[in-house]
C-alpha cells in the first residue's frame, strides 16, 4: 500500500486518489453553483467537518434536499465515519462487504478506499470486494459479524434473537450488536440512493491498483 494515504484524516487522504468527478446515469446532482445559500452553506459544513476540498457524488445526492443534507451530515459525523461501540475500520469492513451485497459499485470502491487508509490490507479489500469472508485475513469475531449484517441487509426479517446471541458469544457486547444494526441499516439506505442516481464507481480507473 501506497504510504502517502496514511493520515489522521482518512477522508482527506481518500480525496487524494485518483478519482474521477462526480456524475451521475439517472437523476441529475446538485451543482455547488447552482445550489441554494443554505445547501452551499452546508457544503462548506461538509468540507470543514472532513476535511476534503471536493464534494463526492452521494452527498450531491442529498443536496437536493437541505434537511436530508443536514441529516446526512449529522449522521456521517456522529455515528458512521468515527469511532464509537464499533471501530471506523470495522464499519468501513461492514459498508465494502454490504456495497458489493446490494451490487452497488459506487459504493463499494469508496467505502474500500476508506478501509484501506484505515489499515485494511489489499487483500482483505479484495476478499470483502468479492463476498468473501475468508478467515485467513478476518478473525473469527469478524468473520461473525459481518455474517450478521449481511443477514440485516438481505433477509432482516428473519433475524432472530439466536442470531444476536451467537455475535455475542463470538465476543461482541449486545451493544455493540445494537450498533451493528443501524450500521448495515444506514449504509444500505447510502448504496439504495447512490444506486438510485446511478452513481458510478468514483475509481473508473481501478481502485485495486491503487492499493
Same mark, same amino acid.
Given at each position: 500500500?501506497?504510504?502517502?494515504?496514511?493520515?489522521?484524516?482518512? +477522508?482527506?487522504?481518500?480525496?487524494?486518489?485518483?478519482? *474521477?468527478?462526480?456524475?451521475?446515469?439517472?437523476?441529475?446532482? @446538485? =451543482? =455547488?453553483?447552482?445550489?441554494?445559500?443554505? %445547501?452551499?452553506?452546508?457544503?462548506?459544513?461538509?468540507?470543514?467537518?472532513? $476535511?476534503?476540498? /471536493?464534494?463526492? $457524488?452521494?452527498? !450531491?445526492?442529498?443536496?437536493?434536499?437541505?434537511?436530508?443534507?443536514?441529516?446526512?451530515?449529522?449522521?456521517?459525523?456522529? !455515528?458512521?465515519?468515527?469511532?464509537?461501540? !464499533?471501530?471506523?475500520?470495522?464499519?468501513?469492513?461492514?459498508?465494502?462487504?454490504?456495497?458489493?451485497?446490494?451490487?452497488?459499485?459506487?459504493?463499494? /470502491?469508496?467505502?474500500? #478506499?476508506?478501509?484501506?487508509? +484505515?489499515? $485494511?490490507? *489489499?487483500?482483505?479489500?479484495?476478499?470483502? +470486494?468479492?463476498? =468473501?469472508?475468508?478467515? $485467513?485475513?478476518?478473525? /473469527?469475531?469478524?468473520?461473525?459479524?459481518?455474517?450478521?449484517?449481511?443477514?440485516?441487509?438481505? /433477509?432482516?426479517? &428473519?433475524?432472530?434473537?439466536?442470531? %444476536?446471541? #451467537?455475535?455475542?458469544?463470538?465476543?461482541?457486547?449486545?451493544?455493540? @450488536?445494537?450498533?451493528? @444494526?443501524?450500521?448495515?441499516?444506514?449504509? &444500505?439506505?447510502?448504496?439504495?440512493?447512490?444506486?438510485?442516481?446511478? !452513481?458510478?464507481?468514483?475509481?473508473?480507473?481501478?481502485?485495486?491498483? +491503487?492499493?
Amino acid at each position: 500500500m501506497r504510504t502517502e494515504l496514511w493520515s489522521d484524516n482518512p +477522508q482527506r487522504q481518500v480525496a487524494g486518489m485518483r478519482r *474521477a468527478a462526480p456524475s451521475s446515469k439517472n437523476l441529475p446532482l @446538485v =451543482e =455547488e453553483q447552482a445550489a441554494s445559500e443554505e %445547501v452551499r452553506a452546508l457544503f462548506a459544513q461538509y468540507r470543514e467537518q472532513f $476535511g476534503r476540498a /471536493d464534494l463526492p $457524488g452521494i452527498v !450531491l445526492c442529498f443536496a437536493t434536499s437541505p434537511g436530508l443534507l443536514r441529516g446526512m451530515l449529522q449522521i456521517a459525523g456522529g !455515528l458512521l465515519f468515527c469511532e464509537s461501540l !464499533l471501530s471506523s475500520q470495522h464499519k468501513e469492513m461492514i459498508a465494502t462487504y454490504l456495497s458489493q451485497q446490494n451490487a452497488c459499485a459506487y459504493c463499494t /470502491d469508496s467505502h474500500a #478506499a476508506l478501509l484501506a487508509v +484505515q489499515g $485494511g490490507s *489489499a487483500e482483505l479489500i479484495c476478499n470483502l +470486494q468479492d463476498g =468473501e469472508l475468508n478467515a $485467513g485475513v478476518l478473525t /473469527d469475531a469478524e468473520v461473525a459479524l459481518l455474517r450478521f449484517t449481511g443477514k440485516v441487509n438481505s /433477509d432482516s426479517s &428473519a433475524l432472530i434473537r439466536a442470531d %444476536v446471541e #451467537a455475535l455475542i458469544e463470538a465476543g461482541w457486547t449486545e451493544s455493540q @450488536v445494537a450498533e451493528a @444494526v443501524h450500521i448495515a441499516a444506514l449504509f &444500505a439506505a447510502f448504496n439504495r440512493i447512490a444506486n438510485g442516481f446511478g !452513481l458510478p464507481s468514483p475509481y473508473p480507473e481501478g481502485l485495486r491498483e +491503487q492499493l
